[in-house]
């Protein structure tokens, strides 16, 4: 899917490797955030936002194939002759929403809706692209790269992390109860034999 689109191995890696810092900032949120501490879905986003924004400004910092731009407190990769920017898609990747936000989602949507316009070529180049990725309150839970056709659609995408354990635990056996919380078995009533057992050694042809 994201060769066929034009985007290149530099590209995909920046793209795993930002996967990573938002995976490592969701899991801080998850373990220092929570009701007891006043903390809302509105403070955990923000929060998941700028640590993984800061992790991936580290992770870049030194690096001489991908720069780093930081103008309104978000953040743009640049690899490779394209773009990536990152948000939170809180109704899941596969119901990404840019809508009523600020000028900049509008622009990178606008972008992305301009590069679109290849006509029939199956091989146009992404140079705009977003991750959009979904988190709980223990940690990342998906997240995917693609372009957005408009505000709340995707023109294409490939998810690029699954949370394994949210499969596993959905299969998982229920937990056994105590054993003194077991229902004891019924048995079955004992069936009385019709014939009488020989003795040993008595002739079994009478």
Request: charged fraction near 30%; glycine fraction near 6%; charge should be negative.
């Amino acid at each position: 899917m994201l060769a066929r689109h034009g985007v290149s191995p530099s590209v995909i890696d920046a793209a795993v490797r930002l996967i990573r810092c938002i995976e490592l900032a969701c899991d801080d949120v998850a373990e220092t955030t929570g009701e007891d501490l006043y903390d809302d879905a509105t403070s955990s986003g923000l929060l998941r936002h700028f640590r993984s924004r800061n992790r991936a400004i580290e992770e870049f910092a030194d690096d001489g194939e991908v720069m780093t731009n930081t103008e309104q407190n978000t953040l743009d990769l640049l690899i490779d002759g394209s773009k990536i920017k990152f948000y939170s898609a809180r109704n899941g990747i596969d119901s990404p929403n840019l809508l009523g936000g600020s000028r900049m989602k509008k622009s990178v949507v606008t972008e992305m809706q301009m590069q679109l316009d290849y006509g029939e070529v199956e091989t146009e180049v992404a140079r705009r692209l977003v991750l959009m990725y979904e988190a709980d309150d223990r940690g990342l839970q998906a997240a995917a790269l693609g372009v957005m056709a408009n505000e709340n659609a995707w023109s294409w995408h490939a998810t690029m992390f699954e949370r394994a354990s949210t499969l596993a635990e959905a299969s998982s056996p229920a937990e056994t109860p105590a054993y003194d919380e077991q229902v004891e078995p019924e048995l079955p009533p004992i069936e009385k034999r019709r014939e009488p057992l020989r003795r040993s050694g008595e002739d079994e042809t009478k």
